[in-house]
C-alpha cells in the first residue's frame, strides 16, 4: 500500500524504483518456485527405471515428496490436500529400499508413493476421520482392503487426503473440498477456485505431484468430478471391482474406490493392484471373473479406431466453452476412425429421485455398521451420536447443515419397502432403461460427456456453484466412468468422460489412452491468485 501510494505520487529516482519493483514482481511468472522439483511429472515407469539405475533411493523420493506437501501444503499456497503425513513413511520406504537391494521387487508399485483419501481405513499412526471433527482421534482396527493390497504391492501410503466432509453427503449448501479436520482444500490452477469433490484432496495432491497416485471414493461424481477440475485422469470402476470394506460409506450399491493418477496408464496400473475377492465385500466375490492382473494390456493408441460411441448431449448449451472443447473431443475421435452418434437421454424418468433416497438409507445402516467396527471405546456409537457431536460443536456447523445426516436418520431399515422399492426402480432406470438400453440400441462400445465445467469460485457462504455434471449414469448404474483432460477454459482444466457397461474398464481404458495419447491435455499447475 505504501509502495503503490508513492507510485502514483512520486517522480525521479523513487517513481523509476517503484515502477522497477512492481515490473519485476509482475514479471515473475507465478507458480515458477513451485514447479521447481526434481521429481516433477514423474510417472511410475520413470520413477521405476530411476529404482533400477540406482540415480536415487526409495528413501530419497519420499523425503522429497514429503519436503514438497510441506512446501505447498502446509505452507505457499497452502493447497490444503493432504491431511496428514505417514510419521512411519521415512522407516517403510527404508524397508522398501532393503528389499530392492537383495534383489526384491513387489512390483510395478513397489516404492510409489500413494495418498488415500482420509475415509479409507489405515491401521497404523494415522486417524480416519472423513473430515469430521468427531473422528479426529479415531484409529481403525485393521487396514482396508485397499490398504492391505497396496502394502502387500509395495506402494508407499505417504499420507490421507482431505476431502469434503464426510464425502460431501452431510447438508445443504456445502462447499466442495471443505472438511472440520483440514479445512479447504485449493484448486492449485487457480487457488481461489474449487478443486471439486468430495475427493479434493486426492487430486490435488496428484495434480500439484504432492504425490504419484491417490485413491479416491465416488457415490456420485467424487472421482471424476475433482479429477476433472484438477486436471488428471480418475476411475471409477464397476461396483463391485474394487472391495469396500474398511471404507466409510454412504451408498453400498454406488460407493467404490478409484485410482487417481496423471495419466491413463499410472492409473491402469493403479487398478491392477486395488482389484481382488474380498470375502468381506460380497460384491467383490460376484465380479472375480471380470477382473484383470493388469489393466496396461488394454492401453491402446489405436483404441478409438472402429469403435462407436454415443455423445451424450443433455448438457450441450449450457457452457458454450465446454461445447467447443466438446466438439474438438469428437473431430479428433472422428479423425482417428471412431463414429460418433448424438445421444440426448439415458436415465429413464425419476432415476435419480429414487437414487437419492437408496443412499438415505443405506447411509445410515452403513454408518452404523462402521462405528460399530471401531471397536470399545469408539468416538461414535451411531448416527444418531453424530448428530449430537455437530449439534455442539463450534466449527462443524458453521458453513453448512447436516440435513441430509437427520434425514438418514429418520429412515428405517434396508428390509423396508420403500427402501426395496427405490432400489428396484433405481437399477432398473439406470440398467435395462438406461445405459445398457442406450448401448444396445445404438450398438455402442462406449459414451462420452463433458465431465463438467471449469472450476467455479470457492464460496463458504453460498457453498458449490455446479452448472453441470455428467457422473450420474454410471454412478447410479454402478457401472464404469473414466476421466481424461480435455483442455483448459480460462487456465482451468475440464474433463471429457468415457463410460458404458459393466465391467467394460478393459474397452474404455483403451479408448480413454488412445483420447489421452493423441492430444496431450494434461498441463501442470500455475499456482495463480486473483482470477
Known amino acids: 500500500m505504501y509502495i503503490s501510494r508513492l507510485f502514483r505520487g512520486g517522480t525521479g529516482l523513487l517513481s523509476i524504483l517503484c515502477c522497477l519493483l512492481v515490473f519485476s514482481c509482475k514479471g515473475k511468472p507465478e507458480g515458477k518456485e513451485y514447479n521447481d522439483f526434481r521429481f516433477l511429472e514423474y510417472d511410475i515407469r520413470t520413477l521405476q527405471q530411476g529404482y533400477a539405475d540406482r540415480r536415487y533411493t526409495i528413501r530419497e523420493i519420499t523425503r522429497a515428496y514429503l519436503d514438497r506437501i510441506e512446501k505447498l501444503d502446509d505452507r505457499g499456497p497452502e493447497l490444503r490436500a493432504v491431511i496428514c503425513t505417514n510419521p512411519d513413511a521415512m522407516a517403510i520406504a527404508a524397508e522398501l529400499d532393503r528389499e530392492r537391494a537383495q534383489g526384491l521387487s513387489r512390483g510395478p508399485l513397489h516404492g510409489i508413493p500413494v495418498v488415500l483419501k482420509d475415509n479409507i481405513d489405515t491401521h497404523d499412526k494415522m486417524p480416519v476421520t472423513a473430515g469430521s471433527r468427531a473422528l479426529k482421534d479415531s484409529y481403525p482396527l485393521q487396514d482396508s482392503f485397499i490398504a492391505e493390497k497396496l ?32 479445512g479447504q482444500t485449493r484448486n492449485p490452477y487457480v487457488l481461489e477456485r474449487n478443486p471439486c469433490g468430495s475427493s479434493s484432496g486426492s487430486a490435488v495432491a496428484v495434480s500439484a505431484n504432492l504425490t504419484v497416485l491417490a485413491i479416491g471414493t465416488e457415490t456420485n461424481g467424487s472421482v471424476v468430478c475433482p479429477a476433472h477440475a484438477n486436471g488428471i485422469v480418475g476411475i471409477k470402476p464397476t461396483v463391485g471391482l474394487i472391495s469396500r470394506s474398511g471404507i466409510i460409506p454412504i451408498s453400498r450399491t454406488q460407493d467404490t474406490a478409484g485410482p487417481m493418477a496423471r495419466s491413463v496408464r499410472d492409473a491402469a496400473l493403479c487398478l491392477s493392484v486395488l482389484t481382488g475377492v474380498d470375502p468381506a465385500d460380497e460384491k467383490t466375490v460376484a465380479a472375480k471373473a471380470h477382473m484383470h492382473p493388469d489393466y496396461t494390456v488394454f492401453l491402446d493408441k489405436n483404441g478409438l479406431s472402429g469403435k462407436h460411441i454415443g455423445y451424450y448431449t443433455a448438457f ?20 482417428q476412425g471412431a463414429t460418433i452418434t448424438e445421444i440426448e437421454h439415458i436415465l429413464a424418468d425419476s432415476t435419480e429421485h429414487y437414487s437419492f433416497g437408496v443412499m438415505l438409507y443405506e447411509y445410515k445402516d452403513g454408518l452404523n455398521k462402521y462405528f460399530a467396527s471401531l471397536g470399545p471405546g469408539r468416538a461414535l ?10 449439534e455442539k460443536d463450534s466449527l462443524e456447523l458453521k458453513y453448512f447443515n447436516q440435513k441430509y445426516l437427520k434425514m438418514a436418520q429418520e429412515k428405517g431399515g434396508l428390509d423396508s419397502p420403500e427402501y426395496k422399492k427405490a432400489l428396484r426402480r433405481m437399477l432398473e432406470g439406470s440398467r435395462e432403461k438406461g445405459i445398457d438400453r442406450v448401448m444396445e440400441e445404438y450398438d455402442l462400445d462406449a459414451i462420452i460427456a463433458p465431465t463438467g465445467t471449469p472450476a467455479w469460485k470457492t464460496d463458504l457462504v453460498n457453498g458449490d456453484s455446479f452448472q453441470f455434471g455428467s457422473s450420474s449414469p454410471a454412478a447410479i448404474s454402478g457401472y464404469p466412468n473414466i476421466t481424461v483432460p480435455m483442455g483448459s477454459i480460462g487456465g482451468l482444466p475440464v474433463g471429457i468422460s468415457f463410460f458404458g457397461r459393466a465391467w467394460s474398464e478393459p474397452v474404455l481404458i483403451g479408448i480413454a489412452y488412445a483420447y489421452e495419447q493423441g492430444t496431450k491435455h494434461r498441463t501442470i499447475p500455475r499456482y495463480l491468485s486473483g482470477h
Open 151 to 182: 502394502r502387500e504391492a509395495g506402494a508407499l501410503i505417504l499420507g490421507k487426503a482431505n476431502l469434503s466432509e464426510w464425502a460431501n453427503f452431510r447438508g445443504e449448501l456445502s462447499t466442495s473440498g471443505w472438511s472440520g479436520v483440514g
Open 316 to 335: 450441450r448449451g449450457i457452457n458454450y466453452k465446454v461445447d467447443a472443447r466438446m466438439d474438438s473431443a469428437v473431430a479428433f475421435m472422428e479423425s
Open 381 to 390: 456409537e451411531d448416527l444418531k451420536d453424530l448428530i449430537a457431536f455437530n
